[in-house]
């Protein structure tokens, strides 16, 4: 398995509390992403990262942020969390993406309630 | 032009059987096209993976079709077994300077015994 760890696993939160979550790789991969899983939604991207320090909008960013000050670690932040992100979230890591594999970590569980 | 329409959402298949799983796709530049398999409370993990530039291939139980000219790809498992009960994610990639993967909306299968 790769060496993906998410953190944490679970968590309850309350509407507008800011929550986040970690991602840390021990696999040196560059590209790292945050997905969220949601019923009749598949897996959507949230944003992703190229590089330390490099990163851009997936397709549903809207109220999360990204940092990643170090390659080996990717976190993603609500600012404000809200029942509407109340979700699955998957991080994954590619070291190519000529490849096309990405290897996805446990995921955490956020309820927001 | 980004969509993956994966079908069916469900899957309900005899031991033995063949289950069979359809995307579609509209953006051409796509050009890497995986199959991830889920198991429940784990993170999607790579099943197999076909490039435009053959029409099929093979690895064990598992064939995924490809169809460049009506942009369909479909994965088929045959002599379905329990154990494969899970959901399945068709996703699509490629396309200058592009990192991003976009996926299906799933299908859970199910295998009776």
């Known amino acids: 398995d790769a060496g993906i760890t998410q953190s944490p696993r679970h968590k309850v939160t309350e509407t507008g509390t800011p929550v986040t979550l970690r991602c840390h790789q021990t696999?040196?991969?560059?590209?790292m992403y945050w997905y969220r899983q949601d019923p009749g939604h598949g897996l959507r991207l949230i944003h992703y990262s190229y590089g330390v320090k490099d990163t851009d909008k997936g397709e549903v960013s809207d109220g999360y942020s990204v940092s990643r000050s170090k390659t080996e670690d990717f976190l993603l932040t609500l600012e404000s969390a809200t029942s509407s992100q109340t979700s699955v979230y998957f991080c994954?890591?590619?070291?190519?993406?000529?490849?096309?594999?990405?290897?996805f970590g446990e995921g955490s569980r956020l309820t927001v309630l | 032009q980004q969509q993956v329409k994966q079908s069916p959402q469900s899957l309900i298949v005899q031991k033995g059987g063949i289950s069979i799983i359809n995307c579609a796709y509209e953006n051409t530049a796509f050009d890497y096209f995986p199959w991830y398999q889920q198991f429940p409370g784990k993170g999607p993990a790579l099943l197999i993976a076909i490039r435009p530039d053959v029409s099929e291939k093979k690895e064990g139980r598992f064939t995924i079709s490809f169809n460049k000219s009506a942009k369909q790809f479909s994965l088929h498992i045959m002599d379905s077994q329990p154990g494969d009960s899970a959901t399945y994610f068709c996703?699509?990639?490629?396309?200058?300077?592009?990192?991003?993967?976009?996926f299906g909306t799933g299908t859970r299968l199910k295998v009776l015994a």
């Open positions: 994954a890591i590619s070291w190519d993406r000529a490849t096309g594999e990405l290897f």
């Open positions: 696999e040196n991969h560059r590209y």
């Open positions: 996703a699509a990639t490629g396309g200058s300077g592009t990192y991003k993967y976009i």
